[in-house]
């Protein structure tokens, strides 16, 4: 095969142009490159920038301008779909922080927010604080969601005291009286909205964030409650939201259309009792699609952007039109489809596990076991017609061997010479079947025995922590060699010591392919990249076997207009994870002089105090 044809075959098997949304593609020399406004890099030229920075993998590799293309592709959908069906509301965006609240990240998104007016959503205390310290854009707006405390309340107060465009989103009537407390000796208030729970559901896996049972939003009862308080207090004109949120990684928009038609009716009804709705905020929930398939599976979505906001926009003019209402501005809170993009995970090689061994390892002994002699057998006889029954007849004879070994009939030496021959007799089967064309893929321990383990410097309960906890998929691909052919099948396995610590599902969802990564057979220099890790993965990271957080590295546009990388920063040395389980400075160094007290050794201690500085992972080329 030709090289460019290789290249092609590798960008299909990976499926890059299905979720990488032109972002990410690969170069003619084989390596993945990152792409925006008619300029590429390769990403080995950024690993290689990190590892001169002295920094090692994992990493995370952020590209700001990630954020900076999907916010433009989000308010630009919104905005011809405005054209389109002539709305006349406005639109405007929240970003919600609990998606990413890393500074940078929040840094750039408000720096390329600035032109839309585009705001942020806190759903916590911390949240809302780093919210207020953030510079916001002119007309921007901040919504607070989730459950408050009078804390929570009181900050939102002072974020309105100090003339910000604040609306506190009531979750419950409790909420409401201790905000009415606080105005009475602030004598300020922030505007309020109602989050509404609807009958409608979502769809996917988040769908329980919304329907009669769900965690959030006020029942009718507690509308007419709550509308009742605020009359009491003179305070119905403050209210001038409605919200609903139907979950994450919606897989269909009319789970969307259904909840804008009932969220509608409610508007009407309570508009005439009084209320002056300014805006309907109608969530987050654009799903990504992460396996590219553009399907209806947990990890695809079936829509657009484009498509999800003409159908929002249209479904709120035909509403508004049934139901009298002047338009009123569509608020979006989608987080997940904004920032997945921006960051990837690059682990590499550290080997490939279980790497079998071939005949040159078998020791001929003086009486070999009957198993043995048959598997020898079997091994020399196999051929196109028999090979089935054969590789059948091996799995027994292994298993024979494994009983004689436990119960102590055979000795060490010929349980590794039945391993040996068994393993060439698999080989011989594939070889045999990938000859004679059949697909041996349905065989699941054949296909299991094609796949072998990549151990990966990196963790994925800290990398990529949805991949372990709800089987979130994201596409993962070798970073080069790409212009040839990934002949091996591999399972991603990190280096925690925790069964759980492997990736089970890759970018194939419905194939056979599902289960196992096509992989080179490559040892030295092989980086991976974990792609569309920009959404709640950095948050929601654990420090499992206290692997902790990882080094990073920004690729942004230069001075020069020219894509580079910008700026890096380190991540958790030993110590800082310590610190974080309360081995706090003094408790280390008070437990360490103890220890090495008596040992008279200045040497030692300093070499072992040295350790408190090192990264948390594995490191190349041992200690420096
Ligand atoms: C989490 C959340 C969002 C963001 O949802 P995405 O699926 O990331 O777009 C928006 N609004 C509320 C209230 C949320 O809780």
């Keep these: 095969m030709q090289k460019a044809d290789v290249i092609a075959e590798n960008l299909r098997r990976f499926r890059v142009d299905n979720w990488s949304e032109g972002y990410f593609s690969i170069n003619e020399a084989g390596e ?62 929240v970003f919600p922080i609990k998606v990413n609240q890393n500074r940078h990240f929040i840094e750039r998104l408000l720096h390329y927010g ?63 009286v201790g905000l009415i407390d606080i105005y009475r000796r602030a004598e300020t208030i922030p505007a309020i909205g109602f989050r509404i729970k609807l009958s409608s559901r979502g769809s996917g896996k988040w769908e329980k964030s919304s329907g009669e049972g769900a965690k959030f939003g006020l029942s009718s009862t507690e509308i007419l409650l709550a509308i009742d308080l605020l009359k009491e207090h003179d305070l119905l004109d403050r209210v001038n939201l409605l919200h609903f949120h139907i ?6 928009v009319r789970t969307m259309k259904r909840a804008i038609r009932e969220a509608g009716v409610i508007f009407a009804e309570v508009a005439k009792l009084g209320l002056n709705i300014k805006y309907l905020n109608i969530g987050g929930g654009i799903g990504v699609d992460y396996s590219g398939s553009k399907s209806s599976s947990l990890a695809s979505a079936e829509y657009s952007i484009e498509e999800f906001a003409n159908d929002v926009v249209f479904t709120m003019e035909d509403m508004c039109n049934k139901h009298g209402l002047e338009r009123p501005g569509i608020v979006t809170e989608s987080g997940r489809v904004i920032a997945a993009y921006h960051a990837i995970v690059v682990t590499d090689l550290v080997e490939i596990m279980g790497a079998e061994y071939d005949l040159s390892h078998y020791q001929q002994t003086q009486n070999e076991v009957k198993p043995l002699l048959e598997l020898k057998y079997a091994l020399e006889y196999m051929n196109e017609k028999n090979y089935i029954e054969y590789y059948h007849d091996a799995l027994e004879f292994k298993e024979d061997l494994r009983t004689m070994f436990t119960l102590g009939l055979c000795s060490l030496v010929d349980k590794s010479n039945g391993d040996i021959l068994f393993q060439e007799i698999v080989e011989k089967t594939i070889a045999i079947a990938l000859r004679k064309g059949e697909n041996f893929e349905k065989d699941p321990f054949l296909r299991k025995f094609l796949a072998e383990k990549y151990l990966c410097n990196f963790s994925v309960f800290n990398a990529i922590p949805d991949s372990w906890a709800i089987r979130q998929l994201f596409p993962i691909m070798p970073l080069k060699h790409l212009d040839r052919p990934c002949d091996n099948f591999g399972v991603i396995t990190d280096i925690t010591c925790d069964s759980d610590g492997v990736v089970n599902a890759y970018q194939f969802p419905d194939t056979a392919e599902n289960e196992y990564l096509p992989l080179h057979d490559e040892m030295a220099d092989y980086p991976i990249g974990i792609f569309l890790t920009g959404a709640y993965q950095e948050v929601l990271a654990n420090k499992h076997n206290l692997l902790g ?34 081995y706090d400075d003094a408790f280390i160094n008070n437990q360490s002089k103890r220890f090495f007290q008596s040992m008279d050794n200045p040497k030692l201690f300093r070499r072992f105090r040295s350790y408190l500085n090192s990264y948390t992972y594995m490191i190349k080329d041992g200690h420096d």
């Design 114 to 176: 600035k032109d839309f007016s585009y705001g942020l959503e806190a759903g916590s205390k911390a949240e809302l604080f780093a919210v207020l310290i953030s510079d916001i854009p002119e007309n921007a707006l901040i919504t607070c969601n989730g459950f408050k405390d009078r804390e929570f309340l009181d900050l939102a107060v002072i974020g309105k005291q100090l003339g910000k465009d604040i609306c506190v989103i009531i979750e419950s009537v409790e909420e409401l």
């Design 549 to 582: 957080q990882m080094n990073e590295i920004s690729v942004d546009f230069n001075e020069e207009g020219k894509l580079d990388v910008v700026s890096s920063e380190q991540g958790d040395t030993v110590k800082d994870v310590l610190n974080g389980m309360r």
């Design 247 to 252: 979950g994450s990684q919606i897989t269909n």
């Design 32 to 93: 993945v490159v990152v792409r925006c406004q008619g300029q590429s890099i390769p990403l080995t030229n950024v690993i290689e920038a990190a590892h001169n920075l002295g920094l090692s993998t994992p990493f995370i590799i952020r590209f700001p301008f990630l954020i900076g293309e999907q916010i433009k592709k989000f308010y630009r959908a919104f905005q011809h779909a405005k054209e389109e069906f002539n709305y006349k509301g406005e639109h405007k965006a």
